[in-house]
């Protein structure tokens, strides 16, 4: 606060305590204007446009946050609130570009569980970004979903093989199918779909929620992968108001910079146990010496797995990742 010229009050830095100010969830995000949703299941439920107020810094603000808004908040057009506080988060997803980033993204916040969702066939699946999906959703405390999808066109099984040591748990869908397995899970909880493009989940998104009008768009005949269709999170409630879903923009990687090495082999169940009991101190489980080998040997996990962290921890490193 300034005086003016001839005021004699002098300059302060105490801030003001909005105590007055309304709570709010940010639904979606478009360039510096948030779109928050206050007073949801009542009926002066109201979407408020909002920007973010100075006095919060550098401090972002993503899609799921629970903010508190001052200004106007009645939501009638043209009207634009400002965001003076976020609440302390649950959780929060983050990537980073690649795995030398040191530039942490949060993508979203308050997530209580990831849906990594991967077609079966067109495009076919990739289960390192699925590997990587998963070590950041244990990173983040948040519960992993397996969705599979277009099981019309390929056989679930050897997929689902690769995963069963995890005791990940995971729904398999069909185009056109019934999605009331899928719905289940989502029932009461916010979720954050992840995937790479053309995996369907824009396709879902609209199936679950029909106002959504998501985009949707082919796979590349070419090259195999998808086009980004979604530019920006959203998150949306499901019918009835029995939970949240956040469908996020495709990728094409998912770096994990952020992520401590050591807690890398935590989203592998069935190579942690063997990492306690035989790895001498600080071992980085890439070079000789790793009691993992003998693990594996055991019967105590499969091969796969182990090339799979193995992978993972040498990408981290700046090897490349194919």
């Not at 942490?104 to 067109?122: H, K, S, T």
């Not at 969705?147 to 869908?173: F, N, Q, R």
């Not at 029995?242 to 050591?262: C, K, M, N, Q, Y």
Request: with cysteine; charged share 30%.
């Amino acid at each position: 606060m300034r005086p003016g010229r001839r005021g004699s009050r002098p300059r302060t830095r105490r801030r003001p305590a909005h105590e007055d100010a309304v709570p709010g969830m940010v639904t979606a995000v478009d360039r510096g204007r948030y779109r928050c949703l206050v007073d949801p299941g009542t009926p002066d439920e109201r979407a408020v446009t909002a920007m973010r107020a100075r006095e919060l810094g550098r401090k972002g603000v993503v899609v799921g946050d629970r903010v508190a808004l001052v200004g106007d908040t009645s939501g009638d057009p043209d009207t634009l609130a400002r965001i003076v506080r976020v609440e302390p988060r649950a959780s929060a997803l983050r990537r980073t570009a690649d795995d030398t980033d040191p530039f942490e993204r949060i993508i979203v916040a308050n997530a209580g569980q990831m849906v990594i969702v991967a077609a079966l066939a067109d495009p076919e699946p990739r289960p390192r970004l699925i590997d990587r999906c998963l070590v950041a959703a244990y990173d983040a405390g948040m519960d992993p979903l397996l969705c599979l999808t277009k099981s019309d066109l390929a056989d679930p099984g050897p997929l689902l093989e690769i995963y069963a040591p995890l005791g990940v748990p995971y729904v398999v869908t069909r185009r056109g199918g019934d999605l009331g397995e899928l719905r289940g899970h989502l029932a009461g909880r916010v979720s954050v779909l992840v995937g790479h493009s053309g995996v369907g989940k824009s396709t879902l998104v609209n199936a679950l929620v029909p106002e959504a009008e998501r985009a949707v768009s082919q796979v590349n005949a070419v090259t195999g992968r998808g086009r980004h269709t979604s530019s920006s999170a959203i998150a949306l409630e499901l019918p009835g108001g029995d939970g949240w879903i956040i469908d996020t923009p495709g990728v094409r990687s998912f770096g994990l910079a952020h992520v401590r090495p050591e807690r890398v082999i935590e989203a592998f169940d069935d190579l942690a146990e063997g990492a306690a009991e035989r790895c001498p101190p600080h071992c980085d489980h890439l070079n000789e010496g790793c009691g993992l080998d003998g693990w594996v040997a055991d019967g105590h996990a499969g091969r796969a797995r182990l090339d799979s962290l193995r992978r993972l921890l040498g990408s981290r490193e700046g090897e490349p990742d194919h």
